[in-house]
């Protein structure tokens, strides 16, 4: 729509400058020492919001970090779209690879380089500028409410009290989320599914202390060569899992969705070129895109133990730690495989050692119909900006709280994301495609206009 | 000796309080921050040794941290001793499992507690008060020199060079070092052997960057899973390590040796109760003592990768890393086994990685004769102040300078150690016994008187 067009044009720079001054907050959710930026993110967001157009902005408080609500409400008889988004950053480590400040955004070659430029803080601002653009040009015909929390990072661990405790408020025809990439602006996608979670740490102890390795060593387990040899034993030759009833209720894909699949374009070539590596690793009998999409996968997040300083020293140590995740697809539960996780790495733990494993958190997997409303609208608003229709594709991360949100508000969720594999989300360098950003604010708009009239 | 008692007796709290005051230096050789500690800690024993009443000493810089060099010339003519010890300690890390400052020494029980209590600045200081004992009660009948070094924890990189162009200032007939443990108070022993080692450093590379396990998981190959992976085939079912020819060169005890060894007290119950284990790990078909003594080993000294802070991220890192040595016994070289480790990494590094190893540093295995003349004077020495004869036996440790000395200099070595193995060397809480700092305080003046005599 021109108005729109012309609106968002004149406001350009600031819409930039806005964001950049989020991104300079770190919101980094997993560490305590950032509590007060959290707060000072949720109060920022919350201005924004206000500045919008946004009739009631609240900040909600939760056992962990806060919760931003707010809403601009046109016409209760009229569609009501809830955004869900999140404040709250990954941790930026390892600092030494970033090329600048993790919180110190930089434009460079159409890319803002910062934590958080595309999970989530730029894509949830879209939403923001979008209301902004409906509101100053007179044309919102639908209401809209947003919910961004400060806890996805870490499995919104609160956000689900909120959401059952709130959902009069909450109440709305469809979520819409932009968490996730699109293929590109060329081959623009829209995700119908994402994996759930399993994410849990393990310690492994040894002796009660560190020893000497040279007067210890070669009689005593030593906890890193122990859990090796479990992380080791968790994957088999043909790189399925070993956890013994992983895979029991994974809803497997009919040759025909595999061959739908199989129709979006990957170039194996420039995946791994881009990753810098000679060869793929995964479990046999799969594509790239299904061990990414529709199979569970189980990753080693962390691991550290012993003496990991600058030189060297001859210590035999008493425990060792990893953090390992699976990720989980339709059918499989979050709960379930966390128990068969953890009892599976206690009863592997030889004798000579101990093993205790908790959940660090979890979530459902999601799949979303290609045939709602929402979707449908969603589809439309992307034709319109891109020219093109978007291909459905499964996502293979996870946000936590779509099945929740689904089950307690009894509504469907469209994952409109515009970020693209290759932000480097989790990573130093994460990266927003300035395009990206520009053309979420101007898709938004279109689809609460189709979203209201469909 | 009457005079030797009264003079230490008098002189007991001055004894402690100095060494305390070395203690609270924090001479770490593997860190570069320490560098002007380690200077300080040089000049502390610079200053100390001319107070106890050496005629010269100096300091010598090297390319690392400088050694000390002191020496006692009662008659050109008379036997010469050369004490040697280490000023640098090992790095006090993990911190948090101190119960008191690594650098703020306390004494609790008996013991001091403090990095470098035992290791070695302890021991070495006991040869400081002896040579003032033999000094100040006019007795010294021999000639004592000290070579006081700053990197035996990071493998002696510059010490090799320092003895082969100073041959005749450390010119001795034998050499004494105290930088190991005995059995006990109740059982003194004196080590007859000592482990080489080899220590390397490995690299294991996947994606040549941090990636989302959720959108790349299962697809890449994760460099902590393999290296996991590679660890755990580094011990077969047996413990038995697989490097091909690692064990080629060892010297097999013959079953003599073993029976003799095998006369040694061992409380296994008593060993396991000690490091919190319910059972012990260890090469099939060889004793605990065997195991730690005339056995090569291979142990995890430290392992990284990925996110290890507080809190969960759902990374799949770029890259994970281990520190892993091998203790080597006699007839084995270090850097046939360097070469041997680093290229058995690299060949079964599988093609979705990239391999690097490293040597951090080596040494070569020793071991000592027990009819010298040394080790009858230190035997000997041992028995007028315990009452009874030193059982001989083989060290786990490592001093790797050790066969160095003797190849250069051509003299034999005497391993006279007062430390205990459940002092901590290299772990948090370090401590030495007030008992065995005083008891070899008092041996090691007999030494000399011996030595001189037989």
Not at 19 to 34: D, G, T, Y
Not at 112 to 140: P, W
Request: with cysteine; glycine share 8%; hydrophobic share 35%.
């Amino acid at each position: 729509m021109q108005a729109w067009k012309e609106y968002q044009e004149k406001n350009k720079d600031r819409f930039l400058d806005e964001l950049l001054e989020l991104l300079r907050i770190p919101s980094v959710s997993a560490k305590s020492e950032h509590k007060a930026d959290m707060i000072r993110c949720a109060e920022a967001f919350k201005q924004r919001l206000l500045e919008a157009g946004a009739d009631k902005v609240e900040i909600y408080p939760t056992a962990g970090h806060p919760i931003v609500y707010g809403e601009k409400i046109v016409d209760p008889s009229k569609p009501t779209v809830l955004v869900y988004g999140h404040y709250d950053v990954q941790p930026p480590e390892p600092l030494e690879l970033w090329k600048s400040g993790p919180f110190e955004p930089v434009i460079v070659d159409g890319k803002i380089f910062a934590r958080g430029s595309c999970d989530d803080k730029g894509q949830v601002y879209m939403h923001v500028k979008a209301l902004e653009t409906l509101v100053k040009t007179n044309t919102l015909g639908s209401n809209i409410k947003f919910c961004i929390e400060g806890e996805e990072e870490v499995g919104s661990p609160n956000l689900g009290k909120f959401v059952t405790e709130h959902k009069e408020l909450l109440k709305a025809d469809c979520i819409l989320i932009s968490d996730s990439a699109m293929i590109s602006l060329d081959t623009p996608s829209l995700d119908t599914g994402l994996r759930g979670l399993s994410y849990i740490e393990v310690e492994v102890t040894g002796p009660n202390r560190d020893l000497h390795s040279g007067v210890y060593g070669g009689a005593v387990a030593n906890p890193i060569t122990i859990l090796a040899k479990m992380i080791a034993s968790l994957h088999d030759e043909n790189n399925h899992i070993t956890i013994p009833g992983f895979y029991d209720d994974v809803l497997v894909a009919t040759p025909e969705e595999r061959a739908l699949m199989a129709q979006a374009p990957f170039d194996e070539e420039a995946y791994k070129q881009d990753l810098g590596v000679k060869e793929l690793w995964g479990e046999k009998g799969f594509t790239t895109n299904e061990r990414t999409g529709i199979r569970p996968t189980l990753e080693l997040n962390g691991i550290w133990g012993g003496y990991t300083g600058e030189g060297a020293k001859t210590v035999l140590p008493s425990k060792a730690f990893a953090k390992i995740s699976a990720r989980l697809v339709p059918n499989q539960q979050s709960d379930k495989i966390t128990e068969k996780l953890i009892k599976h790495l206690e009863s592997i733990a030889p004798p000579y050692v101990t093993v205790k494993a908790a959940l660090h958190h979890g979530g459902e997997p999601y799949v979303t119909p290609i045939d709602s409303k929402a979707y449908r609208a969603a589809a439309k608003a992307i034709e319109a900006t891109f020219g093109k229709q978007p291909i459905p594709v499964r996502g293979g991360g996870s946000i936590p709280i779509c099945a929740l949100f689904e089950k307690e508000l009894g509504i469907k969720i469209v994952l409109m994301g515009f970020g693209l594999d290759s932000d480097n989300l989790h990573s130093p360098n994460e990266k927003f495609d300035l395009a990206n950003y520009y053309k979420g604010i101007e898709t938004i708009p279109y689809f609460h206009q189709y979203f209201a009239s469909l």
